[in-house]
């Protein structure tokens, strides 16, 4: 190795240790490559960590049963509307909290943290009772036969009774993130999915004198784990060991802060359902062919969100970057900022895609070898991978607008490429033209390019550097 090639290499773990230690505060001057590396490490590492626990979760579960797997299929797509108003509200908070950081406001950031956690403590609570009320009746209404309900409903029960956790750590994440304390946020993960796969076995399978739960073992993990790290977030918060710390007198009911926070988040709770809801039809769709199919379609979506989760750290990063450049004054460094983030984030899926069209049967069997499970997983790994070049510009530009504060115009895409376009394309080819999954596998990928095209074109009009929030 050269000495120009040592000191390159040099270089980049230093930049790395720094990204992932937080040392680096300031992205709104100096390089933008720097900027984009500094801030997408954590969240990239941060985003790993969460879909690294979906995979180790779905392979605990598949040795209990193919219902089990099939269990958490059906109740992660009715969970998804419950990430949707979570991100919806994380959304609005990185949007504000990233342009009073930029503004260099940190008093009125702090109000906005406080508003924003009180708000998603609300909305989980109401949630939560209906979880804990009607168990049953959600895994029925999505078409579940009536051993899965029986053997299933204690895991539903848990995870959406227990939603709170998962409400409050993408709220204060997102606060984290829109400061620019994503190796906060990461390490906040890395605690929450830790203590998820040490206790994962342990309460699906028995240890000592704790008995064997099955699959409702997982939610129990869940639950301890995503709690444990809301603590430790919390405890950040109040010892000031981020850029925000909260006090005692930020503790009120902020009127003007909170209509504002509403009004941003309305569009990205409404653009998260839309693409949320959706999924959950595709799933409804996916019951009609048996267990063993939704089973391999399961697998397939949490390999899948292994690389998206990545994806999604990228573009994280670049919404934060849109939000503090705006608030700083600089919207052609946010622009730059974005098409550079898009640009690595196509190289990375790029790759993910290759890995996916060669090796999808493979990566399918480790979790499940019955044949019918790993052929459906593997078409729909196949299938989706072939759109992934578009997902990573479709998902950068999209969360760009959001970082702006405008949630708008994302809401509109998402709803003219999933409710007008994806669902009815699945419904038609899957069950009148008798594709069968096939279908829904290419609605979902024909969909997501219509969405990368929409948003970029919409992005280059340049109306989202006009937003106030």
Do not use: H
Not at 234 to 256: E, H, R, T
């Amino acid at each position: 190795m050269t000495n120009s090639n040592t000191y390159s290499f040099k270089k980049l773990i230093n930049y790395f240790w720094i990204a992932v230690t937080g040392k680096e505060t300031e992205f709104t001057s100096g390089s933008i490559r720097k900027a984009i590396f500094m801030l997408s490490i954590p969240m990239i590492l941060e985003m790993l960590m969460e879909s690294i626990f979906a995979l180790v979760d779905i392979a605990y579960v598949s040795k209990v049963s193919v219902n089990a797997v099939a269990t958490i299929g059906l109740t992660e797509s009715v969970i998804t509307l419950i990430y949707a108003l979570a991100i919806g509200l994380s959304m609005a908070a990185t949007a504000v909290v990233a342009r009073r950081i930029g503004e260099k406001d940190v008093q009125g950031a702090r109000i906005a943290a406080v508003q924003a956690i009180g708000l998603g403590i609300l909305i989980s609570i109401v949630l939560g009772i209906v979880g804990i009320l009607f168990a049953k009746d959600i895994l029925a209404l999505m078409g579940g036969e009536p051993d899965l309900i029986e053997e299933g409903y204690g895991y539903t029960k848990l995870l959406i009774g227990g939603n709170i956790t998962i409400m409050l750590l993408f709220l204060i994440n997102a606060i984290f993130r829109g400061a620019g304390d994503a190796s906060i946020a990461m390490w906040t993960l890395v605690l929450s999915n830790g203590l998820n796969i040490i206790l994962d076995p342990i309460f699906i399978f028995g240890w000592g004198p704790i008995p064997e739960y099955g699959v409702m073992g997982a939610a129990i993990a869940t639950n301890i784990g995503r709690g444990t790290a809301v603590l430790f977030q919390l405890g950040i918060l109040f010892f000031g060991w981020s850029k925000i710390k909260l006090v005692a007198k930020d503790l009120a009911l902020n009127i003007k802060v909170m209509v504002n926070l509403i009004k941003v988040s309305l569009g990205g709770i409404a653009q998260f359902l839309i693409g949320t809801s959706s999924w959950v039809f595709l799933m409804r769709i996916m019951s009609e062919f048996g267990s063993e199919v939704l089973a391999g379609y399961t697998i397939a979506i949490r390999v899948i969100m292994f690389t998206l989760m990545p994806s999604w750290g990228m573009s994280n990063a670049a919404a934060t970057l849109v939000g503090q450049n705006l608030g700083a004054q600089k919207p052609d460094r946010a622009e730059i900022s974005v098409w550079k983030t898009g640009k690595y984030n196509a190289y990375f899926m790029g790759l993910v895609s290759l890995a996916y069209l060669f090796f999808a049967k493979s990566i399918v069997s480790w979790f499940n070898n019955t044949p019918s499970v790993v052929e459906n997983g593997a078409l729909c790994l196949q299938i989706i991978a072939a759109g992934y070049i578009f997902y990573a510009y479709g998902m950068v530009v999209t969360q760009a607008f959001n970082g702006a504060g405008d949630t708008r115009t994302p809401t509109k895409i998402n709803f003219i490429s999933f409710w007008l376009f994806q669902l009815p394309v699945a419904y038609v080819s899957a069950l009148v033209l008798d594709w069968g999954a096939i279908g829904v596998f290419i609605a979902i990928t024909s969909a997501e390019v219509l969405l990368a095209v929409m948003a970029i074109i919409w992005f280059k009009k340049g109306n989202w550097k006009r937003v106030q929030v």
